[in-house]
């Protein structure tokens, strides 16, 4: 099997498509200008024991504590050797939401870093973080090393360069072909896998067999409708059992999940569809757990949330209610386009015409750091115009 790790970085945002014999089987999208906490590593401070869970509350120095779940403490003994007030040397291995903290786990003694992270702790009082985060070109490549790509491509040789150095770090005895992608074709075009990715983006995904999945996050689960057009036997279901698991691990999709199957009489039937999606989520790196049928007869999962799921990053509830693309995501995408056209015109000053929304984004916070880097890097300002007058998503770029 032929594992090739494809990087795309634009301003503000890398992303990461993992093929295996030339199909799209993994999708990550990083957002450099909020960087991810995910791989740090901590002294930390035992602030609370919580046995009726089980789990501890660590003090890393933020806002609020860590969660540190039992299974991520030891694997035999859980939180029973920790004592309130104790240090341990922790990774962060979820990030924080609005409502929930960051996760992280005990880093074992088997751990190769473990020895030089002991000396660092031996100088510090916790909470303190033990180790500079990586770029954020590492911190996307560390979610597809288990197992190891043959080879990585990536379309920028600064990204490039510091993904040499953090693989040289952290396995210097891989190998791994390093590649930089230099053709004006975007180099997931290039792969072959832009088509699946934009599927991966959509709510309705085409059945091979005639039939689509529906797919609708809602506030409290993610709700997949398989409708399996003329075909309606145990074949469509079987068919779109293989589809809805790879569309839960190419969108990274995470808490409670829900689907409707088409109608299903027989138990056999039902029993093998279940297990046609438990082999088919066996790759799972997150470890789906697939808790049967419910009464109306409806299918439950549930999958560890580790990094943020594509839908949280790109989409946003409008005010009626329905997600559409954020302003932030919106923003991003028409940066990108004006550093397509910079590169095309070099010299040459752009004017970028946006919907006041938009615009917004791009004069605030992490659209602004992302505009300014983007014209640090072009050596002269992009000019930013707001017209209410298109379309929220529709922009123009111009010369100045």
């Known amino acids: 099997m032929s594992r090739t790790l494809f990087l795309s970085v634009s301003p503000g945002e890398i992303w990461a498509a993992l093929a295996e014999d030339d199909e799209l089987v993994g999708l990550r999208l990083l957002r450099t200008g909020a960087p991810s906490r995910v791989g740090e590593i901590y002294l930390g401070r035992i602030a609370a024991l919580r046995p009726e869970l089980p789990a501890a509350l660590v003090d890393l120095g933020f806002d609020r504590p860590a969660f540190l779940d039992a299974r991520d403490a030891d694997r035999r003994t859980g939180i029973t050797g920790l004592t309130e007030g104790q240090a341990v040397i922790v990774e962060i291995v979820k990030e924080a939401r609005d409502d929930k903290a960051a996760g992280v786990r005990v880093l074992r003694a088997n751990d190769r870093r473990r020895p030089n992270l002991e000396i660092l702790a031996s100088k510090v009082k916790a909470p303190a973080r033990l180790a500079q985060p990586e770029p954020p070109i590492a911190a996307v490549i560390m979610q597809f090393l288990d197992p190891l790509p043959a080879r990585i491509v990536i379309d920028d040789r600064a990204a490039f360069a510091e993904a040499r150095g953090f693989l040289a770090r952290r396995n210097p005895d891989a190998v791994i072909e390093l590649v930089v992608h230099a053709e004006p074709t975007p180099v997931f075009e290039a792969a072959g896998v832009q088509v699946d990715i934009d599927t991966a983006l959509a709510s309705l995904v085409a059945l091979p067999g005639g039939g689509t999945l529906h797919i609708e996050t809602t ?49 056999s039937d039902r029993e093998a569809v279940q297990a046609a999606l438990k082999t088919a989520l066996a790759s799972d790196p997150e470890k789906a757990d697939v808790l049967g049928w419910t009464r109306l007869g409806h299918m439950e999962l549930v999958r560890k949330r580790r990094h943020a799921p594509l839908g949280d990053i790109l989409y946003e509830r409008a005010p009626d209610g329905t997600r559409r693309k954020s302003a932030i995501t919106l923003a991003l995408e028409a940066l990108r386009a004006v550093a397509r056209e910079a590169a095309a015109q070099p010299g040459r000053a752009l004017m970028l015409i946006v919907h006041p929304e938009i615009a917004a984004a791009l004069d605030d916070g992490e659209g602004e750091a992302v505009r300014r880097m983007l014209e640090t890097r072009l050596g002269r300002p992009l000019v930013v115009e707001a017209r209410a007058s298109g379309a929220r998503e529709a922009f123009d770029i111009r010369p100045a």
């Open 219 to 267: 506030y409290a689960a993610t709700v997949i409708d398989v409708d399996s057009g003329k075909d309606s036997g145990l074949a469509a279901n079987l068919e779109a059992a293989q589809q809805v698991a790879r569309q839960i691990l190419l969108r990274n999709i995470a808490g409670p999940v829900v689907i409707d199957f088409v109608g299903i009489e027989k138990r």
